[in-house]
């Protein structure tokens, strides 16, 4: 095996990525920063200035490139993009992304939302910072389009009513979860058409419930958005935060290539 790798031809970071995703060997093990509002810091700016201008967005992105020397990159780490284009208000902070203070669904009844275009809230300034960055970057680097997933998506749109929901009104979850993975998918194509290498389905919010309500509610809807990216042409990565141990093996099962975590599971 060691004499193997070391004829393994060197890769391109872009390369080195995709193979991993496809289960083929690698000359080293890929490195993928999340990086998010983060990379403001990097070039001096707050979240807010961040987030908001694609100029900012482009040339944070670059240089985190520049310092971490990595396989790939997201093109921005913000999982309310989706809510705030669907009406719900934001609050901003300095540091961190902006949180979801005010639920669409509170005002509007879910039959009322219609799928955001790519003239909505802040679409706009992401996908034009994919097209700039892929066309900057894409050839070395596997570009990340980030989603929020259809759980936390319907969390931003509901609100923690949705866990009573699970018990009382089943049928309105599967409902909000319907529309949610729609919005999710169609993000993603967008960012398809614009070049992205990889999805990331960011859903952090699996990790908060049991796994009877993961095999009923989430993997479903998981499972065909997960299923549509691939029809892309392109890689689907789930990532979840928090301690997702319980519900990691169902993960596994929606027909992901991969799953990004974070220190909350022992390995």
Same mark, same amino acid.
């Given at each position: ?16 990525? +995709?193979?991993? %995703?496809?289960?083929? /060997?690698?000359?080293?093990? !890929?490195?993928?920063?999340? @990086? =998010?509002?983060?990379? $403001?810091? +990097?070039?001096? %700016?707050?979240?807010? /200035?961040?987030?908001?201008? !694609?100029?900012?967005?482009? @040339? =944070?992105?670059?240089? $985190? ?5 990595p396989d790939g990159l ?8 989706? @809510? ?155 990532f979840v935060c928090g ?25």
């Amino acid at each position: 095996m060691t004499e193997q790798k070391n004829n393994i031809t060197a890769m391109t970071g872009k390369e080195r990525v +995709l193979r991993a %995703l496809s289960f083929q /060997e690698t000359d080293r093990i !890929p490195w993928v920063p999340y @990086a =998010g509002v983060q990379t $403001a810091n +990097l070039i001096g %700016l707050t979240a807010e /200035e961040y987030l908001k201008d !694609p100029d900012n967005l482009v @040339a =944070g992105i670059a240089k $985190a490139a520049e310092l971490y020397h990595p396989d790939g990159l997201p093109v921005c780490f913000d999982i309310q993009i989706e @809510a705030e284009a669907l009406g719900c208000k934001v609050k901003w902070a300095e540091k961190n992304p902006p949180s979801v203070h005010h639920h669409i669904l509170d005002d509007v009844a879910l039959e009322d939302l219609v799928l955001p275009t790519e003239k909505d809230g802040r679409y706009p300034v992401v996908l034009e910072a994919a097209e700039r960055i892929v066309s900057a970057l894409g050839d070395q680097l596997a570009i990340y389009g980030l989603v929020c997933g259809p759980f936390t998506l319907a969390l931003h749109l509901q609100g923690t009513g949705i866990f009573a929901d699970m018990n009382r009104s089943p049928e309105k979850v599967d409902a909000l979860m319907a529309f949610t993975s729609k919005v999710s998918m169609d993000l993603a194509r967008m960012y398809k058409e614009r070049g992205v290498d990889v999805i990331a389905v960011v859903d952090p919010m699996v990790s908060q419930i049991s796994p009877r309500f993961f095999k009923k509610f989430i993997t479903p809807h998981m499972t065909r958005v997960n299923d549509y990216v691939k029809t892309l042409g392109v890689k689907v990565v789930t990532f979840v935060c928090g301690d997702v141990t319980k519900n990691f093996e169902l993960l596994c099962q929606t027909n992901t290539d991969g799953i990004a975590f974070d220190e909350n599971v022992d390995l």
